[in-house]
């Protein structure tokens, strides 16, 4: 309106725009400390527009000074950053105690940013993981190569859903082996932070966050301990065929020295093989006698030293 009316009152803008007197006051003041309106000396301030071009020039002007303070002042921060962080280097704690909540979360956000290895030595209670099926987020991080390695304790083959979970993650690309009995629960991302629960009674206990230091190089050490001394787990070689399948069926053999081999109780390799208590006792005993074991405790000692040559076998082509 002042670019078409110079010289106007507050009054004559209240009019013309049917504002009242204070919001016409306040709209001028306003163009004013924005460089777009000047006024005249008079008691009763005439006010006129500053011509566009020249306004223009003014915002430009003005939102570069700006840009200058707050580019200034992200330098400063930035340095005030570096230098705590400097200072602080020396101070980071290797271990740090966290409450659950904080620790899923911190524990998704791993997964999603690992660039290369992850470590696990899994046992119950499953306190993140479902039983039955592996993290979506986990297999996309193995789909992109990320090298992941698991070791498995015996007693979760007893648990339903535990082979579907190894078998969906081992076909993306997941070595999974077995041991009959983990001490504790981990997780090692990239061999610079690892996560241990300190209660393993207690699926709400507090966690160990370790960062890279000798305590998680130690870590790391114990799992290829582990890892060396665990039976491989051959997902391919316990998906069998129909349960009246000829007992002399290789497929058959090989899935029931996987199984024997995990530490899987009768109960649940029965229900996985799709056999009866009778037809599974006769095969354990026929499997014996042809690994010549005399006891099935040394039978499933064999089938993990078989499967382990297997394994490197395969790795070595």
């Excluded at 911190?106 to 899994?122: A, K, N, P, W």
């Amino acid at each position: 309106m002042l670019l078409l009316r110079d010289g106007s009152t507050a009054s004559d803008i209240s009019i013309h725009l049917a504002l009242s007197l204070r919001s016409s006051q306040r709209a001028l003041n306003t163009l004013e400390r924005k460089g777009l309106v000047t006024h005249s000396p008079e008691q009763t301030k005439l006010y006129s527009a500053v011509p566009p071009d020249i306004a223009a020039e003014v915002l430009i002007a003005r939102r570069q000074s700006q840009l200058h303070r707050a580019r200034a002042d992200m330098v400063k921060l930035r340095d005030f950053i570096e230098n705590e962080r400097k200072g602080r280097q020396a101070e980071e704690r290797v271990v740090e105690i966290l409450p659950p909540q904080t620790t899923i979360q911190m524990f998704s956000q791993f997964i999603r940013s690992v660039q290369t290895e992850i470590l696990c030595l899994e046992r119950l209670p499953m306190l993140v993981s479902d039983i039955d099926k592996p993290d979506d987020a986990y297999l996309e991080r193995v789909a992109r190569g990320v090298h992941c390695r698991s070791i498995t304790d015996s007693q979760l083959f007893n648990l339903p859903g535990t082979l579907n979970r190894l078998r969906i993650a081992a076909a993306a690309g997941e070595q999974f082996r077995v041991f009959p009995a983990l001490p504790f629960k981990l997780v090692v991302f990239d061999r610079r932070i690892a996560i241990i629960p300190l209660h393993l009674a207690s699926p709400d206990g507090p966690y160990l966050l370790v960062r890279s230091s000798s305590l998680l190089d130690a870590l790391c050490e114990t799992f290829e301990m582990y890892w060396r001394a665990a039976t491989p787990f051959i997902a391919g070689h316990v998906a069998i065929g129909p349960a009246d399948a000829p007992d002399s069926d290789p497929l058959h053999a090989d899935a029931l020295l996987t199984l024997l081999a995990s530490g899987m109780n009768d109960k649940s390799i029965e229900h996985e093989l799709n056999v009866s208590t009778r037809t599974l006792a006769r095969r354990i005993f026929e499997l014996t006698m042809r690994l010549g074991a005399s006891t099935r405790f040394q039978a499933g000692w064999l089938a993990a030293q078989a499967m382990r040559e297997r394994d490197s076998s395969t790795h070595h082509e």
